[in-house]
């Protein structure tokens, strides 16, 4: 088995509905996303994939994201858009388009600061 990691990064506003504290308020993030393939076999040229081709199909997920305000973007127009909730949509998105390819999404991390992340994986 073949395992690969790339990172992006995006920037956005949100608000957690429902939380008591700071994180209720309108407040914003520089975020980095950690993305982790496998695939169990390499192509001709010895590739699982271009890394690439992992990056572009990364970036045209999180662009819908980037320099948004998440609250006002399905499906975090009904879910709080908690780290938590991001990195299962993000990993649900890339899910549907690289296993196409042969290759599987098994984990997504989104740090909203230097010391604070969450995972999803299945």
Request: proline residues 2%; hydrophobic residues 35%; charged residues 25%.
């Amino acid at each position: 088995m073949y395992e690969l990691l790339i990172e992006t990064r995006f920037s956005s506003a949100h608000q957690l509905r429902g939380y008591k504290g700071r994180c209720e308020n309108l407040h914003g993030h520089n975020w980095k996303v950690q993305v982790t393939v496998t695939a169990e076999r390499l192509n001709e040229i010895g590739l699982a994939m271009d890394f690439h081709e992992i990056k572009a199909h990364t970036h045209e997920v999180v662009s819908m994201l980037d320099h948004g305000m998440l609250n006002d973007i399905f499906p975090f127009t009904e879910i709080n858009p908690s780290s938590e909730n991001i990195a299962k949509w993000i990993y649900e998105s890339l899910k549907k388009k690289l296993e196409r390819e042969g290759i599987e999404v098994s984990a997504v991390t989104v740090w909203e600061s230097d010391t604070a992340s969450a995972t999803y994986y299945e």
